[in-house]
């Protein structure tokens, strides 16, 4: 490599200014997740003072994170901080109505504290559910920091764009896939390998819808890919496995993808 490599190197990490890590931004989120869910600690013993102090805290650090990574000079981030946890209730109160939709929708999860502690797919919504908040108030880069730390610990990807109603049930979830502008009611079920994503990616579409809408009550079983902005997908409808679709569907819809097994070799058992 020549000198001129070297120094555009040199000229390029000069010009950046300090910035909170990826992994600063994820722990505080984690932080966060830990106060709302006291069942992912250890030894949980707080005052009721002592949560509000820990509140306060999270509250203080947030402010001084945004204000770090300079992406919007002209956001006033401490009211931006004030009016996420003046709505940290309500954002808790749709975090449990997720969790609830898991431990109503699956017969292995036995508990609350199981699927809080272990679920994958809860976690993963969960942290979208803030960066979507996030993402609502104008802050720029954190929401997807958050949404792609909740991706590399469990393979399910959320852009932090979608809009998603209550009672989110995933299942499995590894390889899951919903785009920016993908729009999913309420009391939705998902499994492993499911992609709501776009027909195109040219990026004169970047203002335009291009991921699919996801009514109320449908089911959307493994390998299953939903492509297209004008697609909707009715209420109260099943898309089965490997389904492949690009058309909406109305209401009350079974989709299936038909396969044929073919017997290639018998043995005689005798």
């Not at 001084?64 to 109160?93: D, H, M, W």
């Not at 469990?154 to 852009?159: E, L, Q, V």
């Not at 899951?176 to 994503?197: A, F, M, N, P, R």
Request: charged residues 20%; glycine residues 8%; negative net charge.
């Amino acid at each position: 490599m020549n000198e001129e490599f070297y120094l555009h190197i040199f000229n390029k990490q000069n010009s950046i200014e300090p910035v909170p890590s990826n992994q600063e931004l994820a722990d505080w989120a984690m932080n966060l997740m830990n106060l709302l869910y006291p069942e992912r600690l250890t030894t949980p013993d707080y005052s009721i003072n002592e949560i509000k102090r820990l509140f306060n805290k999270q509250e203080r650090e947030l402010v001084k994170l945004l204000n770090a990574t300079k992406a919007c000079e002209q956001c006033n981030n401490e009211t931006i901080v004030s009016e996420f946890f003046a709505g940290l209730p309500e954002l808790y109160r749709k975090m449990n109505t997720d969790i609830e939709a898991i431990l109503t929708g699956d017969p292995a999860a036995k508990s609350e504290f199981e699927v809080i502690r272990s679920y994958p797919g809860f976690l993963a919504i969960a942290l979208y559910r803030i960066a979507h908040t996030l993402l609502k108030a104008d802050v720029p880069i954190v929401p997807r920091i958050l949404t792609e730390y909740a991706h590399s610990l469990t393979g399910i990807d959320i852009h932090p764009g979608a809009v998603i109603g209550e009672y989110l049930y995933i299942d499995h979830g590894t390889g899951l896939v919903i785009g920016e502008t993908t729009v999913i009611g309420s009391h939705v079920k998902l499994y492993q390998g499911v992609t709501l994503g776009a027909l195109s990616v040219e990026k004169y579409m970047s203002n335009t819808k291009r991921h699919p809408t996801i009514e109320d009550h449908v089911i959307i079983y493994s390998g299953a890919t939903i492509l297209g902005g004008e697609t909707v997908i009715g209420s109260n409808s099943i898309i089965g496995g490997n389904v492949w679709l690009t058309k909406s569907v109305p209401s009350g819809s079974t989709v299936y993808h038909q396969s044929s097994v073919k017997v290639i070799e018998t043995k005689d058992t005798k």
